[in-house]
T-cell receptor, first 112, second 110 residues
Framework: NAGVTQTPKFRVLKTGQSMTLLCAQDMNHEYMYWYRQDPGMGLRLIHYSVGEGTTAKGEVPDGYNVSRLKKQNFLLGLESAAPSQTSVYFC???????????FGQGTRLTVV | LAKTTQPISMDSYEGQEVNITCSHNNIATNDYITWYQQFPSQGPRFIIQGYKTKVTNEVASLFIPADRKSSTLSLPRVSLSDTAVYYCLVGVDGGFKTIFGAGTRLFVKA
């Protein structure tokens, strides 16, 4: 989706390394989400934010931290990567309750 | 938390109508029901959303019975390009804490 950009698109990490995934939106939406999707599985919510300066835990938050210092950016951090965090990570944004969500193209992360 | 149940997979042929049903027994009063489509290596894409009765747009219809404990996505005259995974989504905690289930893998054959 042109309005939601994820950086990087691919990354390989060694166990124990840290990294930050960036989600940037130009849609001026309040709500932003980070999901992970394992092979053949549905998306699972990691963390989300309902506005600048706010974050909250989703379904699978352990091992991840997030920050929303600016409205347009939502950062997902892995402090000490583990092989279990190998996945495709998707960012999504929407205006709020009951509205359509727009997704980024995903970040494929491999932890070896 | 509201949980959704969908068939794991479905097969169809080009030109047929496909109906995918989703169960959501614990849906809350303020929850919306939303369906997304996902192709391999892409993020999900919005298809349709509804609260009750019937909603129709240019690509699909969504049927929701009065008790709202289930919903049916209807895709008219599917084509090969409709082969994808379809997710039924029910908004929880006000709708912003979106939970995806495993989805239904639809395979359209020629």
């Amino acid at each position: 989706n042109a309005g939601v950009t994820q950086t990087p698109k691919f990354r390989v990490l060694k166990t124990g390394q840290s990294m930050t995934l960036l989600c940037a939106q130009d849609m001026n939406h309040e709500y932003m989400y980070w999901y992970r999707q394992d092979p053949g599985m549905g998306l699972r919510l990691i963390h989300y934010s309902v506005g600048e300066g706010t974050t909250a835990k989703g379904e699978v938050p352990d091992g991840y931290n997030v920050s929303r210092l600016k409205k347009q950016n939502f950062l997902l951090g892995l402090e000490s990567a583990a092989p279990s965090q190998t996945s495709v990570y998707f960012c999504a944004v929407n205006e709020g309750v009951g509205t359509e969500a727009f997704f980024g193209q995903g970040t494929r992360l491999t932890v070896v | 938390l509201a949980k959704t149940t969908q068939p794991i997979s479905m097969d169809s042929y080009e030109g047929q109508e496909v109906n995918i049903t989703c169960s959501h027994n614990n849906i809350a009063t303020n929850d919306y029901i939303t369906w997304y489509q996902q192709f391999p290596s892409q993020g999900p894409r919005f298809i349709i959303q509804g609260y009750k009765t019937k909603v129709t747009n240019e690509v699909a219809s969504l049927f929701i019975p009065a008790d709202r404990k289930s919903s049916t996505l209807s895709l008219p005259r599917v084509s090969l390009s409709d082969t994808a995974v379809y997710y039924c989504l029910v908004g929880v905690d006000g709708g912003f804490k979106t939970i995806f289930g495993a989805g239904t893998r639809l395979f359209v054959k020629a």
